[in-house]
């Protein structure tokens, strides 16, 4: 008898087939759009993820901090403010506009102390040019960054010299003009010419190419070209492309990935002492580690996801109303066939039977074709994302589907079912 | 062709005392009784139909007899009254019964055909059997020698679009006979059908009534009426004449007279 009913409902859905497929397509791109959103989602993260992995895990970075005060600083400085700081960075430090002190070359080099720091391998002062534009005889390409820093920056970045060799700490005292390059940059700039020992400009400075980077294969990430970037001893840059004034960062390598906590303590220490943060001020400085970076990514991109499985679930919710929708239709429609069937004996349950039956085999046929949409959707890049199937979301958005047809598919039978045989026959 | 195979269930004998109908003062009232709009389908209607009768129910429109048909055909329930169907009252039964006892005990034949398109002659005459939990196999043979009895053997995988309007009516007259039914049950049989075809029809309704059969036939033609063994008249709603053509155990009195009789 269940069988029969079945077969009824298959037969119904095979009599009108293009009704069928058009019903069944709502829930098709439905379960699609779930599945390969939530895909996508998952990939950008992974990339996202990726990318700031490469970065290097264990580093940590030191930026001023603008919404911070120090307001704790009474007599405008203490004692510890001696170091011979450089005087521009004072000059600024001292405005009346903030009491938050710069970064100085002077506080990054007092990190790197073994005995009040010993988990700090390195720290590197960090400058960016405000100019990014460099040319190379007639070819000229902006740059997505220009930094100027020393020579432990190339290890703490993981950023590996490919042709060529780093300047060395020779070149920081002395302020030479040489520059190691991003892979993006050789290519753009010296198309077909070995990029080592030529000079290019960049706002009239001319700097000499040492050394060419390794890609670092990050440039389809959809985040900034990590390889379009020069390179430069921080002496050369500042006072040319940059302003004397305080560093844009200290980025600070810790000996191991497992002392980056440590290591975020001792660098908070130290600099609390040089720039007078005591008890309850709030630090002009902020020491943010990859970790952290990492984990506020991983929740907005968590947001990211959730938004655009709401997204397609909203589309897979449209997609069962519009299966209520032509059930309701057929139902109308078959209304004397209906009357026919319960004139000759069909009980309430078979009726009802061949209308959820109808509704569920509709939906589950859009699911499963679903599924393998969106899963050879996911085969593509989108966007620049490689999508990053989620097993979880192919279950539930099978499981949905086939529950929208259930649902949305009994008031139609149930209707139907309801219908009193002799109006039934009555009915055209 | 021997007419003692007709039909596909084992004959009634003609010793059952029981009658197949019973109805005692059936009354139908459409809308609330006391209000001025209630419409009286029925004013007390009595009728009693032994087994392998054949009765033919006339009357002008509006004169009751569909809402007897659907009342005799448990379709509807009567507002009061009693009806018996085969002994059983009918009055206390809930819809889940109301649907086994169609099933079982009535065959259906409507003016308008009503078979299901889209699907085959075969699989619409399987489909009472399909709802009564008939097994497959045998499904398929009773279908097919009903389809036989009403000269379609070579029509069983036709659609109804496929088919005349006479051979979809001796469709449905198959369909009504595969359950071996204790009444077959026409509505105006023949309003949607030409001569020929309704000679056909009638044609087999005869051979059905000779076999035993129990018939009942509602129209408001006599053409159609001059073929049973017993006529009743509805006027208003109420029984105006009953006149017996035949006795019951008889053949009735057209037999043999129509043209598929000839034609075989």
Same mark, same amino acid.
């Given at each position: 008898?269940?069988?029969?009913?079945?077969?009824?409902?298959?037969?119904?859905?095979?009599?009108?087939?293009?009704?069928?497929?058009?019903?069944?397509?709502?829930?098709?791109?439905?379960?699609?759009?779930?599945?390969?959103?939530?895909?996508?989602?998952?990939?950008?993260?992974?990339?996202?993820?990726?990318?700031?992995?490469?970065?290097?895990?264990?580093?940590?970075?030191?930026?001023?901090?603008?919404? +911070?005060?120090?307001?704790?600083?009474?007599?405008?400085?203490? +004692?510890?403010?001696?170091?011979?700081?450089?005087?521009?960075?004072?000059?600024?430090?001292?405005?009346?506009?903030?009491?938050?002190?710069?970064?100085?070359?002077?506080?990054?080099?007092?990190?790197?102390?073994?005995?009040?720091?010993?988990?700090?391998?390195?720290?590197?002062?960090?400058?960016?040019?405000?100019?990014?534009?460099?040319?190379?005889?007639?070819?000229?390409?902006?740059?997505?960054?220009?930094?100027?820093?020393?020579?432990?920056?190339?290890?703490?970045?993981?950023?590996?010299?490919?042709?060529?060799?780093?300047?060395?700490?020779?070149?920081?005292?002395?302020?030479?003009?040489?520059?190691?390059?991003?892979?993006?940059?050789?290519?753009?700039?010296?198309?077909?010419?070995?990029?080592?020992?030529?000079?290019?400009?960049?706002?009239?400075?001319?700097?000499?190419?040492?050394?060419?980077?390794?890609?670092?294969?990050?440039?389809?990430?959809?985040?900034?070209?990590?390889?379009?970037?020069?390179?430069?001893?921080?002496?050369?840059?500042?006072?040319?492309?940059?302003?004397?004034?305080?560093?844009?960062?200290?980025?600070?390598?810790?000996?191991?990935?497992?002392?980056?906590?440590?290591?975020?303590?001792?660098?908070?220490?130290?600099?609390?002492?040089?720039?007078?943060?005591?008890?309850?001020?709030?630090?002009?400085?902020?020491?943010?580690?990859?970790?952290?970076?990492?984990?506020?990514?991983?929740?907005?991109?968590?947001?990211?996801?959730?938004?655009?499985?709401?997204?397609?679930?909203?589309?897979?919710?449209?997609?069962?109303?519009?299966?209520?929708?032509?059930?309701?239709?057929?139902?109308?429609?078959?209304?004397?066939?209906?009357?026919?069937?319960?004139?000759?004996?069909?009980?309430?349950?078979?009726?009802?039977?061949?209308?959820?039956?109808?509704?569920?085999?509709?939906?589950?046929?859009?699911?499963?074709?679903?599924?393998?949409?969106?899963?050879?959707?996911?085969?593509?890049?989108?966007?620049?994302?490689?999508?990053?199937?989620?097993?979880?979301?192919?279950?539930?958005?099978?499981?949905?589907?086939?529950?929208?047809?259930?649902?949305?598919?009994?008031?139609?039978?149930?209707?139907?079912?309801?219908?009193?045989?002799?109006?039934?026959?009555?009915?055209? | 062709?021997?007419?003692?195979?007709?039909?596909?269930?084992?004959?009634?004998?003609?010793?059952?005392?029981?009658?197949?109908?019973?109805?005692?003062?059936?009354?139908?009232?459409?809308?609330?009784?006391?209000?001025?709009?209630?419409?009286?389908?029925?004013?007390?209607?009595?009728?009693?139909?032994?087994?392998?009768?054949?009765?033919? %129910?006339?009357?002008?429109?509006?004169?009751?007899?569909?809402?007897?048909?659907?009342?005799?055909?448990?379709?509807? %329930?009567?507002?009061?009254?009693?009806?018996?169907? #085969?002994?059983? #009252?009918?009055?206390?039964? #809930?819809?889940?019964?109301?649907?086994?006892?169609?099933?079982?005990?009535?065959?259906?034949?409507?003016?308008?055909?009503?078979?299901?398109?889209?699907?085959?002659?075969?699989?619409?005459?399987?489909?009472?059997?399909?709802?009564?939990?008939?097994?497959?196999?045998?499904?398929?043979?009773?279908?097919?020698?009903?389809?036989?009895?009403?000269?379609?053997?070579?029509?069983?995988?036709?659609?109804?679009?496929?088919?005349?309007?006479?051979?979809?009516?001796?469709?449905?007259?198959?369909?009504?006979?595969?359950?071996?039914?204790?009444?077959?049950?026409?509505?105006?049989?023949?309003?949607?059908?030409?001569?020929?075809?309704?000679?056909?029809?009638?044609?087999?309704?005869?051979?059905?009534?000779?076999?035993?059969?129990?018939?009942?036939?509602?129209?408001?033609?006599?053409?159609?009426?001059?073929?049973?063994?017993?006529?009743?008249?509805?006027?208003?709603?109420? %029984?105006?004449?009953?006149?017996?053509?035949?006795?019951?155990?008889?053949?009735?009195?057209?037999?043999?007279?129509?043209?598929?009789?000839?034609?075989?």
């Amino acid at each position: 008898m269940i069988l029969e009913v079945l077969r009824f409902a298959l037969r119904g859905l095979g009599a009108n087939k293009l009704r069928t497929g058009l019903t069944t397509l709502g829930i098709l791109i439905g379960v699609a759009a779930v599945i390969t959103l939530v895909a996508v989602g998952n990939g950008s993260s992974k990339a996202i993820r990726d990318s700031i992995q490469r970065l290097g895990a264990n580093t940590l970075t030191v930026t001023k901090s603008t919404t +911070g005060r120090g307001g704790r600083f009474g007599g405008g400085g203490g +004692g510890f403010r001696s170091g011979g700081a450089g005087a521009g960075a004072d000059g600024q430090a001292a405005g009346p506009r903030t009491q938050a002190r710069d970064l100085t070359m002077d506080d990054a080099k007092a990190l790197v102390d073994k005995v009040n720091a010993p988990s700090v391998k390195s720290a590197s002062p960090v400058v960016n040019a405000q100019q990014s534009t460099v040319t190379f005889g007639g070819a000229s390409t902006s740059v997505g960054q220009f930094v100027g820093t020393t020579p432990s920056y190339l290890e703490a970045a993981d950023r590996r010299i490919q042709s060529g060799s780093s300047f060395g700490d020779d070149d920081v005292a002395q302020g030479d003009r040489v520059a190691v390059i991003g892979s993006s940059v050789a290519r753009d700039l010296f198309a077909g010419v070995n990029p080592l020992g030529q000079r290019f400009t960049a706002s009239g400075v001319e700097f000499t190419v040492v050394g060419v980077l390794r890609a670092s294969g990050s440039g389809s990430s959809g985040f900034q070209d990590a390889d379009s970037v020069v390179i430069a001893p921080i002496t050369a840059v500042r006072g040319t492309l940059a302003p004397y004034g305080g560093l844009s960062q200290i980025l600070v390598e810790a000996r191991d990935s497992s002392m980056v906590d440590r290591a975020q303590a001792e660098v908070t220490d130290l600099l609390d002492q040089r720039h007078d943060i005591t008890g309850t001020a709030a630090a002009d400085f902020q020491v943010t580690s990859q970790a952290g970076i990492q984990s506020a990514v991983a929740d907005s991109n968590r947001t990211f996801t959730v938004l655009l499985g709401a997204v397609a679930a909203i589309s897979l919710l449209v997609g069962g109303i519009g299966i209520t929708n032509i059930m309701l239709v057929t139902v109308t429609e078959r209304t004397r066939e209906i009357g026919i069937r319960k004139a000759l004996g069909a009980p309430r349950g078979a009726i009802l039977g061949q209308f959820v039956a109808e509704a569920t085999v509709l939906s589950l046929l859009g699911g499963l074709l679903g599924v393998v949409a969106g899963v050879v959707c996911s085969r593509f890049t989108i966007v620049g994302v490689k999508p990053v199937l989620v097993p979880s979301s192919i279950v539930l958005a099978l499981g949905v589907s086939v529950a929208v047809g259930l649902l949305f598919g009994s008031l139609p039978a149930h209707r139907a079912s309801r219908l009193r045989p002799i109006e039934a026959l009555r009915h055209d | 062709m021997t007419a003692t195979n007709l039909g596909t269930g084992p004959a009634p004998g003609p010793g059952t005392a029981m009658p197949v109908l019973d109805l005692r003062d059936v009354t139908k009232v459409y809308g609330a009784d006391a209000a001025a709009t209630a419409v009286h389908a029925l004013r007390g209607v009595t009728l009693t139909v032994e087994r392998g009768d054949y009765v033919a %129910v006339m009357g002008a429109s509006g004169s009751g007899k569909s809402t007897l048909m659907n009342i005799i055909g448990c379709l509807d %329930v009567p507002s009061g009254g009693r009806y018996r169907l #085969d002994g059983l #009252d009918v009055g206390g039964l #809930d819809e889940r019964r109301l649907a086994i006892l169609r099933n079982r005990r009535i065959g259906f034949v409507f003016q308008s055909f009503n078979l299901i398109p889209r699907m085959s002659a075969l699989a619409n005459v399987e489909l009472p059997l399909a709802y009564g939990g008939v097994r497959r196999d045998e499904r398929r043979r009773r279908a097919l020698a009903a389809l036989a009895e009403v000269g379609l053997s070579d029509r069983v995988r036709h659609e109804p679009n496929a088919l005349s309007g006479g051979q979809q009516q001796r469709v449905a007259v198959a369909r009504a006979l595969v359950t071996a039914p204790t009444l077959l049950l026409a509505d105006e049989p023949t309003g949607a059908l030409d001569s020929s075809s309704t000679a056909d029809v009638l044609a087999i309704f005869d051979r059905l009534s000779r076999s035993g059969r129990t018939l009942v036939v509602i129209t408001h033609e006599e053409e159609v009426a001059a073929h049973a063994k017993r006529v009743v008249r509805l006027v208003d709603g109420r %029984v105006a004449d009953d006149r017996r053509r035949a006795p019951v155990d008889a053949p009735p009195p057209r037999l043999g007279h129509g043209p598929l009789e000839g034609a075989r």
